[in-house]
């Protein structure tokens, strides 16, 4: 598996960037190399999922500081799969849309509704939200 760019947001704010090459959503955890592309064993992290609220996966560690996201769908607008709007423990919403969303698993894709920003995809973890709704 090619190594993919992540930002893994903690339930307690922690924030941490780097590589993985063995994300599964069917894992209790996976491993997080350093902010490089070398991968070295000596700089792994194993990440639980359960202490995790969301792992972003992400075109740039950067991002662009001067793109302004939107935040919610266009009228009219049809993404693949159903559009949801979750809201995490923290009060931070999300609008996106879900092939997969079953509130049993440990926790589902979010396709974010800007297609443009820095955000590809989003692992969203079930037990770190307060709310779930189809819109």
């Known amino acids: 598996m090619e190594p993919v760019r992540i930002v893994a ?75 949801v709007e979750v809201t995490f423990r923290d009060g931070e919403k999300m609008q996106g849309s879900t092939l997969g969303y079953r509130a049993e698993k440990t926790g589902f894709s979010l396709f974010p509704a800007d297609s443009k920003h820095n955000n590809m995809r989003v692992f969203v973890v079930s037990s770190a939200l307060s709310d779930f709704r189809f819109l």
């Open 9 to 83: 947001h903690y339930r307690n704010g922690q924030i941490v960037k780097g590589y993985s090459k063995d994300f599964n959503v069917n894992r209790p955890f996976f491993r997080l190399y350093a902010d490089t592309q070398e991968h070295s064993s000596d700089k792994q992290t194993e990440i639980q999922i359960e202490d995790l609220k969301a792992v972003f996966f992400v075109k740039t560690f950067e991002g662009d500081k001067e793109y302004a996201e939107r935040k919610a769908f266009m009228e009219g607008e049809k993404p693949s799969g159903r559009k």
